[in-house]
């Protein structure tokens, strides 16, 4: 019961993010549950602070063999509609590749969209055409 209990703890750690409060709270409430269950008192008091981000640095910690799995669990929410989770997975795969711990890396005010590059902030939207010469520039 451990290993599904494990498996479900980053896809928790970003959905929290979710726009609609209910989801995000649900998140929340299963997390705690989970490290409950796992008898992880650390992590325990990071969910029950709701800092997404030292939740993270702790499971990472904690399990740096997984750390390919969890990146790889993190991708799947590069290409959800949501921008915050999209957000929240470019911030947990960045800054674990960099090797920045999430709790002091590439988003200095946790959420916050200004922190991002746009490009970051939504990947998705169509970059700006190149600039064309004019008859004048040339």
């Not at 980053?10 to 269950?37: G, I, K, M, Y």
């Not at 993270?56 to 063999?65: M, Q």
């Not at 959420?111 to 169509?126: H, R, T, V």
Request: net charge positive; aromatic share 8%; hydrophobic share 35%.
């Amino acid at each position: 019961m451990k290993e599904p209990v494990l498996q479900s703890l980053v896809p928790l750690l970003l959905l929290v993010h979710d726009e609609r409060p209910n989801v995000s709270q649900v998140c929340w409430d299963t997390l705690s549950s989970a490290a409950e269950f796992l008898k992880w008192h650390q992590l325990g008091g990071f969910i029950q602070r709701k800092d997404t981000w030292q939740s993270c640095d702790c499971l990472l910690t904690r399990y740096k063999g997984r750390a390919n799995n969890f990146l790889c669990q993190t991708m799947a929410f590069l290409e959800n509609p949501q921008t915050p989770l999209r957000q929240a997975a470019i911030r947990f795969i960045g800054n674990h590749r960099a090797g920045v711990p999430l709790t002091g890396g590439l988003d200095p005010v946790p959420g916050s969209p200004q922190s991002l590059p746009a490009a970051i902030s939504n990947p998705w939207s169509p970059s700006p055409p190149p600039p064309y010469p004019t008859m004048g520039s040339w």
